[in-house]
């Protein structure tokens, strides 16, 4: 068998600097931390995030460490799971008998060697890679393996650390040149911008575009680099326009990057073809969620005959194995995926024919979630669901588009004014108030759902201060109400009227208005009404007596 580099003196492949590494420092130093106590760490995450980057710069500061060398072994276009072991015998210089190009010659060659083999690009011959790294590590005490992969490898003493994307600026962020370095999705922007424009410089007046950029780019640093690429013929605004095509603009990759790696298409694409079927489905049905979802949302909504509920789970964990998608947060666990990620599936969605399905479902779910919500409001769960609403915002806003647009306008109606407590506690008035237009200017039904809709807005828009607003609205709900039903939606109308003769200071008309509602509530047993009526029938009664207004 050929021999390596001698087993003493320099050693390794890796270039002798990596220049233009950016950010960073932290992850870097936590990967030599992880490898000082674990023989096999392996990196995890999106494609493009970075990880071939950070696993390059972890092993050149790691040279002394291994006096044997540092070997990287790219697999991108490896397809073949039998050449693993040949292709990391090739990268060590090995150049002997096919034959002795395997796991145990390897094992023979390394064993008593100090070296650290990384393993790029593990993720389509996983299982071929974790049988290389045990093989490896049982027969060589002093070798240690970093890989890359979209999934662990799952090999005995793995340890696992996810890349995430770059840190962005957030949307209340300083928007100035010193500050925008502070940022690693900046720093990198600008520091690609200026090797493709030697004069560009960044300054208070693109300051604010570049932040936009990178919040769009999601501080994936593969994305970065190909929008970055497009400055030879795009301005910062045109650039900034065109991401609503991102596939069609960022398609201009380094010619020496591996093709899968020249387009962001491209790099979906290799994700997509490495999922199963029902993978597959269930990243498409994802895309209908907005700003992350919970495993209970996806059950409901993504599950059929095709995607049965009881395997929604494992299917889930697979994506998230395989960093299609992401956990986040440390509580409950809540999902999310990538806004390049996301379109692909949207499109993929749309192909199947599933997208309105999915949509009506998804606009379902989350209307049964404001009912239930609503319904629970005043008792132990309160907090507990007021902060579901809280990190759903976004999806709520999506299904309510759809509600507001392709539903019925009962759903729309009932969905906007289920939210009331959402609109009131976190202050959402203006929100609130345009949902409950929108669902209240659709054809409307005469029923209860519709006195809900009215009386809410109209308590906003009294909130608000627009009182030549509230008053119609209350007056039109009365009016809806006297010709229904008896209902115990009934029982608010005194509780918004006693509120708008409370704000002028007129006690008089609103205790008894008040006090009326309270009996109704109390009668019905509505504890979301009872405790409003309360806090402000207080609140007019404390009023009333100090200012001697009855």
């Known amino acids: 068998m050929g021999t390596a580099t001698s087993a003493r003196g320099p050693a390794g492949n890796l270039p002798a600097e990596l220049t233009s590494f950016v950010g960073r420092r932290q992850e870097v130093a936590g990967i030599r931390r992880m490898l000082s106590t674990s023989r096999l760490v392996t990196l995890t995450g999106p494609g493009g995030v970075g990880k071939t980057r950070l696993a390059q710069r972890a092993g050149a500061d790691l040279r002394r460490a291994f006096p044997d060398g540092v070997w990287f072994v790219g697999l991108a276009e490896l397809h073949d799971p039998d050449l693993v072991a040949v292709t990391v015998g090739e990268t060590l210089g090995l150049h002997g008998d096919m034959t002795g190009l395997d796991p145990a010659g390897l094992a023979r060659f390394l064993a008593d060697r100090q070296a650290l083999l990384i393993l790029d690009n593990c993720e389509h011959l996983v299982a071929a890679c974790a049988s290389l790294a045990e093989t490896l590590l049982r027969a060589c ?228 979630l404001a009912a239930h919500a609503d319904r629970i409001w005043v008792g132990p769960q309160q907090t507990a669901v007021m902060e579901r609403l809280r990190h759903e915002r976004a999806n709520l806003r999506v299904a309510l588009e759809h509600a507001t647009t392709q539903g019925p306008p009962e759903t729309a109606l009932r969905f906007a004014a289920d939210l009331q407590n959402h609109w009131f506690v976190r202050g959402y008035f203006s929100e609130g108030r345009h ?61 918004i009227e006693g509120v708008f003769h409370l704000w002028p200071g007129d006690y008089g008309r609103a205790l008894p208005l008040l006090e009326r509602a309270l009996v109704a509530f109390r009668e019905l047993n509505i504890r979301n009404g009872e405790l409003w009526t309360l806090i402000v029938l207080g609140l007019c009664r404390g009023l009333a007596d100090r200012l001697g207004s009855w």
Request: aromatic share 6%.
């Open 141 to 368: 005490p002093d070798l240690r393996i970093l890989a890359t992969s979209r999934e662990a490898l799952r090999a005995d003493g793995e340890s696992v650390r996810t890349v995430q994307p770059l840190s962005v600026p957030g949307p209340t962020a300083a928007c100035t040149p010193g500050d925008l370095q502070r940022y690693e999705s900046a720093g990198l922007f600008v520091d690609r911008a200026a090797a493709v424009l030697p004069d560009f410089r960044v300054t208070e007046d693109n300051c604010a575009t570049i932040v936009r950029l990178c919040r769009a780019l999601e501080g994936v640093p593969l994305a970065i680099e190909l929008a970055v690429a497009r400055l030879r013929v795009l301005s910062l605004e045109q650039i900034l326009e065109r991401l609503t095509d991102r596939y069609r603009l960022l398609t201009t990759g380094a010619r020496t990057a591996p093709p899968r790696q020249q387009t962001l298409r491209a790099l979906v694409d290799w994700s997509w073809d490495l999922c199963s079927g029902p993978e597959r489905i269930l990243w498409s049905r994802v895309s209908v969620f907005s700003g992350g979802f919970e495993l209970d949302a996806v059950e409901a909504v993504c599950a059929d005959d095709r995607l049965p509920a009881d395997t929604v789970l494992d299917v889930l964990g697979s994506l998230v194995e395989k960093s299609v998608l992401i956990r986040a947060g440390t509580g409950t666990a809540r999902y999310r995926i990538l806004e390049v990620t996301r379109e692909y599936g949207a499109a993929e969605l749309s192909a199947a024919g599933e997208a309105a399905e999915m949509a009506r479902r998804h606009c379902r779910w989350f209307a049964e």
């Open 435 to 495: 949902w409950l237009d929108r669902a209240l200017a659709m054809p409307a039904p005469r029923h209860w759902t519709r006195v809900k809709a009215l009386r809410v807005a109209a308590w906003i828009a009294g909130i608000q201060g627009d009182a030549d607003r509230a008053g119609p609205l209350l007056a039109e709900a009365a009016a809806l109400a006297g010709t229904l039903p008896a209902s115990p939606e009934r029982a608010y109308l005194p509780l």
